[in-house]
């Protein structure tokens, strides 16, 4: 959801490390994968994966090893190839992605799917969008077209509305869609799972005050600074627990999406660090800067 760089979402293939000679490619990025987190390869994992026949990924071992210099070996006996003395990543890992497959497994389709790499658990999904819902919108997102949907709110209940749809954002609970809506005239999050229809093809053109470089929350970038709440009596193992420099953490993060962080990471944005309930262990230092930002009321404790 929260990019350390929100001016740049765009994610391409891991980049190589440098000194690397070889650009990335995905079936040497897999192969370092498996050996980097899981400490070993045999073909077949290569041949399931993407589908190759074994002159192929062997190939693909032999170019790992001599071009990239990646240092692994083969065990005759189990045909696998594990790590050789002084071994080390090719490619930067993402954290993140890494994690999602060791947890998950590969696979962006159904043609192959590997499962947990290793022994993990996850937290089920409170809130997941339906497919018939989350693809039309993707694809105007994608078009850059107005849709109709039928939506429920607290306010209006059920409702067709129309919206200008330009991006998906995920507040740690549920997923959103990021929309001009031309009922209320404004720029809002839509959540997918009140979406109950979408229908395209049957709204106007998108007009020039309905384009996301308007959305003013979406495109003003704050940095929040946050610390150890004052009520801790060992601040230094928050400042363990989150990577803190100097004892704050620097959080850069839409503004349309800084409320939605604060309130999943429990900070008080009080600005006299007045919760004092246990799960709070974060103070948002700097809480003057959620000021104008249209949801700033769901962080907690701010009054603005």
Same mark, same amino acid.
């Given at each position: 959801?929260?990019?350390?760089?929100?001016?740049?979402?765009?994610?391409?293939?891991?980049?190589?490390?440098?000194?690397?000679?070889?650009?990335?490619?995905?079936?040497?990025?897999?192969?370092?994968?498996?050996?980097?987190?899981?400490?070993?390869?045999?073909?077949?994992?290569?041949?399931?994966?993407?589908?190759?026949?074994?002159?192929?990924?062997?190939?693909?071992?032999?170019?790992?090893?001599?071009?990239?210099?990646?240092?692994?070996?083969?065990?005759?006996?189990?045909?696998?190839?594990?790590?050789?003395?002084?071994?080390?990543?090719?490619?930067?890992?993402?954290?993140?992605?890494?994690?999602?497959?060791?947890?998950?497994?590969?696979?962006?389709?159904?043609?192959?799917?590997?499962?947990?790499?290793?022994?993990?658990?996850?937290?089920?999904?409170?809130?997941?969008?339906?497919?018939?819902?989350?693809?039309?919108?993707?694809?105007?997102?994608?078009?850059?077209?107005?849709?109709?949907?039928?939506?429920?709110?607290?306010?209006?209940?059920?409702?067709?509305?129309?919206?200008?749809?330009?991006?998906?954002?995920?507040?740690?609970?549920?997923?959103? =869609?990021? /929309?001009? @809506?031309? #009922?209320?005239?404004?720029? *809002?999050?839509? %959540?997918?799972? &009140?979406?109950?229809?979408?229908?395209?093809?049957?709204?106007?053109?998108?007009?020039?005050?309905?384009?996301?470089?308007?959305?003013?929350?979406?495109?003003?970038?704050?940095?929040?600074?946050?610390?150890?709440?004052?009520?801790?009596?060992?601040?230094? =193992?928050? /400042?363990? @627990?989150? #990577?803190?420099?100097?004892? *704050?953490?620097? %959080?850069?993060? &839409?503004?349309?999406?800084?409320?939605?962080?604060?309130?999943?990471?429990?900070?008080?944005?009080?600005?006299?660090?007045?919760?004092?309930?246990?799960?709070?262990?974060?103070?948002?230092?700097?809480?003057?800067?959620?000021?104008?930002?249209?949801?700033?009321?769901? /962080?907690?404790?701010? #009054?603005?």
């Amino acid at each position: 959801m929260f990019n350390e760089n929100p001016g740049n979402l765009e994610h391409g293939s891991p980049e190589p490390v440098p000194g690397s000679e070889s650009g990335p490619n995905e079936r040497l990025v897999f192969i370092d994968f498996r050996c980097t987190f899981l400490g070993e390869l045999k073909r077949g994992d290569l041949m399931a994966r993407f589908n190759i026949g074994s002159a192929a990924a062997t190939r693909d071992i032999a170019e790992y090893r001599n071009e990239l210099g990646g240092k692994i070996e083969l065990d005759p006996q189990t045909k696998t190839y594990r790590l050789a003395p002084g071994f080390t990543p090719m490619f930067a890992h993402e954290v993140e992605q890494a994690l999602t497959a060791l947890s998950r497994g590969f696979g962006e389709t159904q043609i192959y799917t590997s499962g947990a790499l290793l022994n993990c658990e996850i937290p089920p999904h409170l809130s997941t969008p339906e497919l018939d819902v989350l693809a039309p919108l993707c694809r105007a997102i994608h078009a850059r077209r107005a849709v109709k949907v039928s939506y429920s709110s607290f306010t209006s209940g059920r409702s067709v509305r129309e919206i200008v749809p330009f991006a998906l954002a995920n507040n740690g609970l549920r997923w959103h =869609v990021r /929309a001009f @809506d031309r #009922k209320r005239q404004t720029f *809002v999050d839509f %959540v997918l799972t &009140r979406v109950h229809e979408v229908m395209e093809g049957e709204c106007a053109a998108p007009k020039e005050h309905e384009l996301e470089k308007h959305d003013i929350d979406w495109g003003r970038i704050l940095e929040l600074q946050l610390v150890a709440h004052p009520k801790e009596e060992h601040p230094e =193992v928050i /400042a363990l @627990d989150y #990577k803190m420099v100097d004892g *704050v953490l620097r %959080v850069r993060v &839409r503004a349309a999406l800084a409320s939605y962080l604060l309130r999943q990471w429990l900070v008080d944005c009080s600005t006299d660090h007045s919760l004092k309930d246990i799960e709070y262990r974060l103070w948002l230092k700097n809480s003057p800067i959620l000021y104008d930002v249209a949801n700033a009321r769901l /962080a907690p404790g701010y #009054k603005g």
